[in-house]
């Protein structure tokens, strides 16, 4: 089994200011692990808030904003949206696999895709996404409303899609999408809102590993982990990880400094922490603030920490696989609408791969089945 199909991540895209976000992940699986051989999660600033998989069957709520505010009509045309989307997953994959001479193994393939809305500035933005066991496939650029295919055996997409379907799916995002997290935004004001601040700890396993900055428990997912060294910024041996999402709904983050403790001892360094909610937290390293192993408070808890945010992918976040590169290597990839919002109905006659799109009557989505080949 390749590592690419297993290794499961999710980068939650951070937004600042008055940003607000409306993201949807599909990720498809073949059979051969424990895992949904589909799934989709819409997430809205970073929150999951509905969510399918090939198990249940069934679009479900993830918090009661959504669950309070639509009826089943929503619920059902969701459902049997995403029943589609399942089906035409297990075909796109089969079409991949035969693109990329895959026979059999273990292979995933995943769309992401959403939208911006600043409701300070008015600034926005969408984007969409494809990607194939772990690397991308192909993607549109909103700014000359054509596809990029990185790959070859993406060519055959980009020639069908590019014109017409770009020129819709630009559309979708630029305007429907839009509409829809204005929307959303509305029905969670109170809880998206919120301004929750971060936990930080001191973390080592041993005197000897690298210390780690851990900050935890904050909403929104907006952050900032930095060290310093006797007052100036330190941007070598340090090593900042993604932010991850919490069982409850708010996040963590963390940063390593990996200097050897003669180092430590010799110099003044401070892990500095900015959130929204309140002013930068300074804490200073000093033996006492460190938390490990041998001071009877199990640093292993980071790790379990790491698993659980891993685990709150596969469940609660749903597993869903993040396929393309980080943002900074991709243009800053953005987010995207409801669970369904990125699909749209109607055949392209051409068969299937990135057959992604049924028609929803819920709401304005257009779901279309893309088809690859």
Not at 26 to 54: A, K, M, W
Not at 67 to 74: F, I, Q, S, T, V
Not at 179 to 203: A, E, H, M, N
Not at 294 to 320: D, K, Q, Y
Request: aromatic share 10%; net charge neutral.
């Amino acid at each position: 089994m390749k590592a690419a199909a297993l290794l499961f991540i999710i980068s939650v895209h951070l937004v600042s200011g008055g940003s607000h976000s409306l993201q949807y992940f599909y990720t498809g699986v073949t059979r051969g692990i424990n895992f949904p051989e589909f799934t989709d999660v819409g997430l809205v600033d970073g929150q999951p808030f509905v969510y399918y998989d090939s198990n249940t069957r069934q679009m479900i709520p993830k918090v009661d904003w959504i669950k309070n505010n639509e009826g089943p009509d929503y619920w059902n045309s969701e459902t049997q949206n995403l029943q589609r989307e399942e089906a035409n997953f297990k075909v796109e994959i089969g079409t991949l696999m035969q693109r990329f001479n895959h026979s059999s193994g273990i292979h995933t393939f995943q769309r992401m895709c959403g939208c911006e809305w600043d409701d300070e500035t008015g600034a926005t933005d969408g984007y969409e996404q494809f990607g194939y066991d772990g690397a991308d496939f192909i993607s549109l650029d909103l700014k000359s409303t054509s596809y990029v295919a990185p790959v070859k055996e993406a060519l055959i997409t980009k020639q069908k899609w590019d014109g017409a379907e770009a020129e819709r799916r630009k559309n979708y995002l630029t305007q429907t999408c839009l509409d829809w997290l204005k929307k959303y935004v509305q029905y969670g004001k109170i809880s998206l809102k919120r301004k929750v601040p971060p936990q930080v700890s001191l973390l080592q396993t041993d005197p000897s590993s690298p210390v780690v900055c851990h900050a935890t428990g904050f909403y929104t997912d907006k952050v900032m982990i930095s060290w310093q060294k006797d007052g100036q910024d330190l941007y070598e041996d340090v090593d900042v990880g993604e932010t991850l999402p919490n069982h409850d709904g708010t996040f963590q983050k963390r940063a390593e400094l990996k200097v050897p403790p003669d180092e430590r001892k010799k110099n003044k360094f401070t892990c500095v922490v900015e959130h929204k909610s309140g002013d930068p937290i300074h804490m200073i390293l000093t033996k006492e603030k460190i938390r490990t192993n041998s001071a009877g408070n199990n640093v292993l808890f980071i790790i379990a920490g790491l698993v659980v945010a891993a685990l709150v992918l596969i469940t609660v976040v749903v597993g869903v696989v993040m396929v393309v590169k980080r943002r900074s290597d991709y243009e800053k990839a953005r987010t995207s609408p409801t669970a369904s919002v990125c699909s749209d109905t109607g055949s392209d006659g051409s068969g299937h791969l990135l057959s992604l799109w049924s028609h929803r009557t819920t709401d304005p989505v257009l779901h279309r089945s893309q088809k690859i080949h």
